[in-house]
């Protein structure tokens, strides 16, 4: 089965005036269907092909060294991508609650330090990357960023919310602004799908 670029799941202008449909229209539209179709074009005929993406990933070793780094990089740009666009949602006024804000409260002391935190490791990351709130095995939460393609699934982390720091994520909008963006990343950011996550149930 071929891997397909999933829908938005929101209205492409849902998140303006923060991030516009013209960004959209390039980062769903172009580079994330670009790594689809190079993962389905790198996998043709691979006994790997029918794999769902998250067992592709963990199994990439498997993969002969002539494509295992393009495999992986398509790969979980795809799913960091997938995870992404579900990491958004239009403007909303609630936050996060329960048993998360609890636990984010305990590893981080406040709510407002946790986005100080996210933020200042999303603004510090040199280069093209991922910004992440990731359970740890032991059920602690930490914010950790990975490079280029790198995805938290490698490190065994389970992945809680996401913010692409691409230039592609915010050049259009924003310029060299990465401040701006992450700013308003948490007029976007979506509660709701990060407390599904931390209970298993993403
Ligand atoms: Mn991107």
């Given amino acids: 089965m071929a891997h397909t670029l ?3 799941p929101w209205a492409k202008d849902a998140l303006a005036p923060h991030i516009t449909p013209e960004t959209l ?3 769903h539209g172009k580079h994330h269907n670009a790594y689809v179709t190079n993962l389905n074009t790198l996998l043709s ?3 790997l092909a029918g794999l769902p993406l998250e067992a592709l990933i963990a ?3 498997e993969i002969d060294p002539s494509i295992k780094g393009k495999v992986f990089n398509n790969a979980a740009q795809h799913y960091n991508h997938s995870f992404y666009w579900k990491s958004l949602r239009p403007k909303s006024a609630s936050g996060p609650g329960g048993s998360f804000l609890a636990a984010l409260k305990g590893a981080f002391g406040s709510l407002e330090n946790f986005k100080d935190v996210f ?7 040199f280069g093209s990357g991922w910004g992440w709130l990731v359970k740890e095995k032991d059920g602690s939460l930490k914010v950790v960023s990975t490079h280029d393609a790198g995805t938290p699934l490698t490190a065994g982390q389970v992945p809680l919310l996401t913010c692409d720091v691409w230039e592609h994520a915010y050049y259009i909008d924003y310029r060299n602004d990465r401040g701006a963006y992450l700013k308003n990343f948490w007029e976007l950011a979506n509660w709701e799908f990060a407390e599904r996550n931390f209970a298993g149930q993403g």
């Fill in 59 to 61: 199994r990439v070793g």
């Fill in 119 to 125: 933020t200042k490791e999303c603004a510090g990351h």
């Fill in 6 to 8: 999933p829908e938005l």
């Fill in 25 to 27: 229209s390039f980062h």
């Fill in 45 to 47: 005929g691979h006994p």
